[in-house]
């Protein structure tokens, strides 16, 4: 078990510019999650996937941002024309359907300058 | 919709103290309640959890935590601290039935001191 990696785990950019990143879930994981936690926040629910499926889209999730999780594995969020609000960390999580617990990635910590 | 109040945001503590951070919830629904720490530059691992069955659960590194249904609380609890345990803790809890997003609290920041 490696756990869900994210990648990159920092990324610096300019305002205006299109980022993206990645998360890879624990094998054999159906679901996959993503959040974004702010400065002294707790983590806000972006999006989730079960398998390759996109089910449910959070309302914080505004036209600029686009998620995909091809052929059910690893899964890309991408910012396009980020502004300085998209700075935060973007966590990944991903669980098995039968199962409850949420196993959470390291971050990728996003700066926009 | 479902709210999670996390009462502490700082909690500062001698290093073998007892200490408890609390949390209280609300949802319409029967709920799931985890207790997740953070420590500084890293994602979430998870301490506990509550699904169902006994209200008090136990967890890693020594912590536990009590389901309230009628005070509507999940506090975590850890006898004696260890300088180590200083991280944020997030209480989160997740509806039952489509258990597929949790909602946090805010956090709070567990500081122990030598």
């Known amino acids: 078990d490696t756990g869900v990696s994210q990648n990159p785990r920092h990324k610096i950019t300019k305002r205006g510019q299109n980022v993206t990143f990645r998360c890879d879930p624990i094998?054999?994981?159906?679901?996959l999650y993503w959040y974004r936690q702010t400065l002294g926040q707790g983590p806000e629910f972006l999006t989730y996937?079960?398998?390759?499926?996109?089910?449910?889209k959070s309302r914080l999730l505004s036209d600029r941002f686009s998620a995909e999780r091809p052929k059910g594995s690893f899964s890309t969020l991408e910012i396009q024309r980020t502004e300085q609000g998209d700075s935060a960390m973007y966590l990944c999580?991903?669980?098995?359907?039968?199962?409850?617990?949420?196993?959470f990635g390291p971050g990728t910590r996003l700066l926009v300058l | 919709a479902q709210s999670v109040t996390q009462l502490d945001s700082q909690v500062p503590v001698f290093e073998e103290a007892p200490v408890e951070l609390r949390c209280n919830y609300s949802?319409?629904?029967?709920?799931?309640l985890f207790w997740y720490v953070q420590y500084p530059n890293q994602g979430l691992q998870l301490l506990l959890k509550?699904?169902?069955?006994?209200?008090l659960v136990k967890g890693i590194n020594g912590f536990e935590a009590e389901f309230n249904k009628s005070q509507t609380s999940f506090h975590l609890r850890k006898p004696s601290v260890h300088i180590s345990d200083t991280a944020e803790y997030f209480c989160?809890?997740?509806?039952?039935?489509?258990?597929?997003?949790?909602?946090f609290g805010k956090g709070t920041l567990l500081t122990v001191n030598p």
């Open positions: 999580a991903s669980s098995l359907i039968s199962m409850e617990t949420q196993y």
């Open positions: 094998s054999e994981h159906n679901r």
């Open positions: 996937f079960q398998n390759e499926a996109q089910l449910e």
């Open positions: 949802s319409s629904v029967s709920v799931y």
């Open positions: 509550y699904l169902s069955g006994s209200t």
């Open positions: 989160a809890v997740g509806s039952g039935g489509s258990n597929y997003k949790l909602t």
